[in-house]
């Protein structure tokens, strides 16, 4: 049972938002980890589990600065439901990439649930979605990037390894 009322998980949760958008605009992801206690309970579904400040830490600075995720713009959610029984968040989270030089929109979401520990930090975060979703995003957005001439090395590197894995 939570001692957590609802306005304080919102604000708590509202100021995590701002500090992630903060933190993506000046590219420095190794202050998410900041946003959690030492004893933190990270599970990434295509990553793993992660139970420390540092494993965090490490999980979202390769994550985030290589592609497809520093491609994608921004992680503003699209709904979410606060949970005071629990004190928790769940959210819908979009992840759109950046224009590929259309106009077109590529992005896929994730439902992320945030668990609460009070002063501004989370005990634990867990992102359920589908890689394969993820990866087939990223590919489709990889292909209009090269058609219009804009696809970075480094996605075309991870382009061409991923055609090999990812069906058709």
Not at 40 to 54: C, K, L, S
Not at 144 to 161: H, I, N
């Amino acid at each position: 049972m939570s001692h957590f009322s609802g306005t304080e998980l919102t604000d708590a949760f509202t100021a995590f938002l701002a500090e992630v958008d903060d933190l993506h605009k000046a590219g420095q992801w190794e202050r998410f980890a900041d946003l959690f206690t030492d004893d933190v309970v990270y599970i990434e579904h295509a990553f793993g589990r992660f139970t420390t400040r540092e494993q965090v830490r490490d999980w979202s600075v390769k994550t985030m600065t290589s592609f497809p995720g520093n491609h994608m713009t921004e992680f503003p959610p699209l709904w979410y439901l606060v949970d005071e029984e629990r004190g928790r968040i769940v959210a819908e989270v979009d992840n759109p990439m950046r224009d590929p030089g259309d106009g077109s929109v590529h992005t896929a979401t994730n439902i992320s649930i945030y668990t609460y520990a009070g002063d501004g930090k989370w005990s634990g975060e867990e992102d359920v979605y589908n890689p394969m979703e993820f990866a087939q995003m990223a590919m489709r957005w990889c292909e209009r990037a090269q058609e219009l001439g804009t696809l970075t090395d480094e996605a075309r590197t991870w382009m061409d390894k991923m055609r090999k894995v990812l069906p058709r």
